[in-house]
């Protein structure tokens, strides 16, 4: 027998998806609830079983693409490597998955940042997470060749890149992500390498 269809998460990931088309065509200060759920093929009613606002639901997607872009970080690791060749595989790894899909990297880097205190906290909470990557990455027990690597160096790390990302998406480069490897792998190089 077939397992059934779960439809609340059915529409929920139709929201998201709708959520990143309509701010990608129409910008989110214009983007409406009607938008969403006429782009999710449901009702109003159901966006709000969802969410709250479009706020929350732009917030959602902006945590969900992110889960995704670190689940690649984490599966671009390879433990056979030392620390800093693993980051520079998985830089190379998260560059090409946001320059993968243009239109969601811009919606999600710009708009996130037009939501004032909680798009700043959503933007946080991301961060944190990439950080902490960062120094689970670095700081791995057994790695006695250097000083563990600083929470605080470790978020520099994260906001040097996103930077970074920012200026691509600026200069609409975004297809060029991945020419930043070299550079963000020596900057990380530079980080950890100082903390000797």
Do not use: W
């Not at 983007?31 to 639901?57: M, N, P, W």
């Not at 239109?103 to 990439?130: D, E, M, P, S, W």
């Not at 000083?147 to 998406?169: T, W």
């Amino acid at each position: 027998m077939p397992a059934p269809i779960d439809n609340q998460n059915e529409h929920r990931r139709r929201l998201l998806d709708a959520m990143a088309d309509a701010v990608a065509h129409k910008g989110y200060a214009d983007t409406t609830i009607a938008d969403l759920a006429a782009g999710a093929r449901v009702s109003r009613r159901t966006f709000y079983e969802h969410f709250s606002s479009k706020e929350e639901c732009l917030i959602a997607l902006y945590e969900a693409a992110s889960r995704q872009a670190l689940g690649v970080l984490r599966g671009a690791i390879d433990p056979a490597h030392d620390p800093l060749t693993q980051a520079e595989h998985a830089l190379r790894a998260y560059l090409a998955t946001m320059a993968s899909n243009p239109v969601l990297l811009k919606t999600l880097f710009i708009a996130i940042l037009g939501l004032g205190n909680a798009g700043l906290q959503a933007r946080r909470r991301v961060n944190q997470h990439l950080a902490d990557l960062i120094l689970e990455l670095i700081n791995r027990p057994g790695e006695k060749k250097r000083k563990p690597l600083p929470p605080a160096l470790a978020m520099s790390i994260v906001g040097g890149i996103n930077e970074l990302v920012l200026e691509m998406i600026e200069q609409d480069r975004i297809g060029e992500l991945t020419s930043l490897t070299d550079t963000t792998a020596l900057f990380v190089r530079a980080v950890v390498d100082g903390t000797r």
